[in-house]
């Protein structure tokens, strides 16, 4: 990578597998529910009948003779366990017996490759209301490593003529094709616009790829992989080489990207740190596509959980984290002992249940290699490394990453035992309850250029995300497979998903600006409140929630801004009229004292100064009706992580007689002696019945030590 001030990296972490939504099966008769109960590996002494074994154990537990309506299946020949209906005491009774590795409900898998979509509840076909007319002539412009054009993803089959008002043309070099779906290309790094790193791809096909039938990787995952909007058009800015992103080739990529007439811009880049306005190609690029009617979305930045790590500060950018989805995506290490130890990692090779020897040292060749670093072997039949990261990686060779315990507990019988043997097992998908999680790496705030100003605003999928790749990339480093779609995690997999989320609002909505849409995305988000306790639960870590596309159609009121809001919240900022000349690109005279907390942004949010004496801040603010006319709003505080705070609003209810009428009111927050390791932090909804329009507020005193 070039040096810091003039380049810009990819926000993409490692690459991982998704694999099919996942959807639990449920018993309606008497509350049991199908459970499979795991027992390892089969038992090696003559005398053991599995299914005897298995019957004897649910006739204990259940004390029924007859195992008719309890048994479903008995697994016997690879490895040793059974499924059976059980009620959940009976669940419970199982998984402290002697034998028993775990006990977890069954589910459906359904072939679906970016489940994500469906997990927001944006459907495939004719399951999602679209406006496929003005869906058509929405462009999509992806500021990125370029394009695969013959990607399945970026096929113009079935698509009209280009919109009137693509002003772009297709410059994407030698052997370069664009077509009615892939309407323009432009290079700035002199390798033409093909993508040989397969990250573009990727996000222009989660924005607004087709829906191609029976994406994979490797066979895994099998389904249909698409964009949010799979009938719009995209836009190719290539600014990244393998070496970074240059800044010169950012603002080269706005000015055209603006000027080319795209509705959205999508950018899955961004520097290691937060850089003043002034200073940041992005948040200058972006400033002037407000102006021009374009919403720009930008990757929160790969930094975390450190604090103070967001890199995208920008109030006229929509700012996203990334979190995972409602499946994970397991490896697990069986060792000769019976024991399962449960790993991660993107591993489509099978050992065929083959043992092969565990050892640590250097001889590694046809055994399985074990290390506590995140190496693999290259001899070795399978890699076992330590990992604790929470989401799982693709390997060139049969890999399995375990957390501290495991790995300790894989430690200890290798010491312990004279000849250790062990399997890795091909990657497994399991439901996951605890979704949406934001990921360890997605950025955090506190932002540490406007303070008052609450980043990120939104969090969405951007674990284990499977989208287009190109054959010229490396699905992992060192890796000799080429693939045309591919597993990616990172903040630069969720800013396309928002963004395609953007554009699909902006079918509905042509006329809305890059606020009202903002607005609507981040006021109906999904609250993520109660996910776990500490600050790496806070709005730090997702900003007003996790996104969902379908209540963003219709968010009853929207904080509006435009470009003198922006200029105001500038002035109070203190920067001088050079200075919002660079960013700004006109002449600006500021008057009076203005707040930054008081822009009219959807999020509340303000530093104080002291920590132990008592505080009232204000936010004034102003919603416009996008509703519906003679609509009475009435508002309601909830406070969040045990916050001590009083929240008054005023006037605390809203008449809107008609659409587009705007009303303002003032939110008053007052306490003492608050947590200075915590942001304290409420909600204020505003709600008519069908609407509910949240907003968070946040109060801290400085930044915690760790998140």
């Not at 366990?81 to 006990?103: C, I, K, N, P, Y």
């Not at 009615?180 to 397969?198: P, V």
């Not at 003032?666 to 909804?685: E, F, H, M, R």
Request: glycine share 8%; charged share 20%; proline share 6%.
């Amino acid at each position: 990578m070039v040096k810091r001030a003039s380049s810009f990296c990819l926000l993409s972490c490692v690459v991982v597998l998704l694999l099919s939504l996942v959807s639990a099966v449920t018993d309606n008769r008497q509350d049991k529910q199908v459970y499979v109960v795991y027992m390892g590996s089969l038992p090696s002494r003559a005398d053991y009948t599995p299914m005897s074994n298995h019957i004897s154990i649910l006739q204990e537990v259940t004390g029924e003779s007859s195992m008719e309506g309890r048994l479903v299946r008995s697994y016997k020949r690879s490895f040793n366990g059974f499924a059976a209906r059980l009620t959940e005491s009976e669940r419970e009774q199982v998984a402290e017996m002697e034998g028993v590795v775990s006990v977890f409900p069954t589910k459906k898998l359904q072939l679906q490759t970016t489940a994500s979509w469906d997990f927001m509840g944006l459907k495939e076909g004719k399951n999602t209301k679209r406006n496929l007319a003005v869906e058509s002539d929405t462009i999509v412009g992806i500021i990125d490593t370029g394009i695969w054009p013959e990607s399945e993803s970026f096929s113009d089959k079935g698509f009209g003529r280009l919109p009137k008002k693509w002003k772009g043309v297709c410059s994407g070099g030698k052997n370069f094709t664009c077509n009615n779906k892939l309407i323009g290309a432009r290079d700035y790094t002199g390798e033409g616009s093909r993508d040989n790193q397969g990250h573009g791809s990727h996000t222009a096909s989660t924005a607004a790829g087709n829906a191609v039938a029976s994406a994979s990787f490797f066979g895994i995952g099998n389904g249909t992989a698409r964009g949010g909007v799979p009938a719009a058009r995209i836009a190719s800015y290539k600014v990244c080489t393998p070496t970074g992103c240059s800044t010169e080739a950012i603002l080269s990529a706005f000015d055209d990207a603006i000027a080319d007439g795209v509705d959205v811009i999508s950018i899955s880049l961004g520097d290691d740190h937060a850089n003043p306005y002034e200073k940041g190609p992005i948040a200058i690029g972006a400033f002037h596509a407000m102006a021009k009617g374009i919403l720009t979305v930008n990757s929160a930045g790969n930094s975390g959980p450190s604090p103070n790590s967001v890199g995208s500060v920008a109030p006229w950018i929509l700012t996203v984290a990334a979190s995972t989805t409602n499946r994970e995506f397991l490896t697990k290490v069986v060792i000769r002992n019976g024991k399962t130890l449960v790993g991660r990692s993107v591993n489509p090779f099978d050992l065929k249940g083959k043992d092969y020897p565990l050892v640590r040292g250097s001889h590694v060749k046809g055994k399985i290699f074990v290390t506590g670093y995140p190496v693999s072997s290259a001899a070795a039949v399978a890699t076992i490394i330590l990992d604790n990261k929470n989401y799982a990686s693709i390997s060139p060779r049969p890999l399995s990453a375990l957390s501290q315990v495991d790995f300790d507990s894989l430690l200890s019988y290798i010491n312990s035992t004279k000849s250790p043997q062990g399997t890795v097992l091909k990657t497994e998908a399991v439901f996951n309850q605890k979704a949406p999680k934001v990921a360890s790496f997605s950025s955090r705030g506190p932002n540490p250029i406007a303070v008052d100003l609450l980043k990120p605003d939104i969090t969405a999928p951007g674990v284990e995300i499977l989208a287009a790749y190109s054959p010229l990339g490396s699905p992992s480093l060192g890796d000799q497979r080429r693939v045309k779609y591919s597993v990616l995690s990172g903040t630069s997999m969720s800013c396309p998903h928002v963004a395609g989320i953007a554009a699909y609002i902006k079918t509905f909505h042509p006329d809305w600006s890059p606020s009202m849409i903002q607005s609507a995305i981040m006021t109906t988000a999904w609250s993520m409140n109660a996910s776990e306790t500490g600050v790496a639960s806070t709005e730090f870590a997702y900003g007003a929630g996790h996104v969902d596309p379908i209540a963003a159609l219709h968010p009853g009121l929207v904080y509006e801004l435009d470009k003198a809001d922006h200029i105001t919240f500038l002035c109070g900022l203190n920067y001088t009229s050079k200075t919002l000349k660079l960013i700004t690109g006109e002449a600006v005279t500021c008057t009076g004292n203005t707040l930054p907390r008081n822009l009219n942004y959807p999020s509340m949010s303000a530093k104080l100064s002291e920590t132990k004496s008592s505080f009232t801040v204000t936010f004034n603010r102003t919603v416009t009706n996008v509703g519906i006319p003679n609509s009475k709003y009435n508002s309601k505080i909830i406070l969040n992580h045990g916050t001590k705070l009083s929240v008054k609003v005023s006037p605390n209810v809203l008449f809107m007689k008609s659409v587009k009428e705007k009303q303002s009111f003032t939110v008053t927050v007052s306490g003492s002696n608050i947590d200075p390791k915590l942001p304290s932090s409420a909600s204020l909804i505003w709600s008519d019945g069908p609407h509910k329009v949240r907003s968070p507020i946040v109060v801290y005193t400085d930044t915690p030590d760790s998140i």
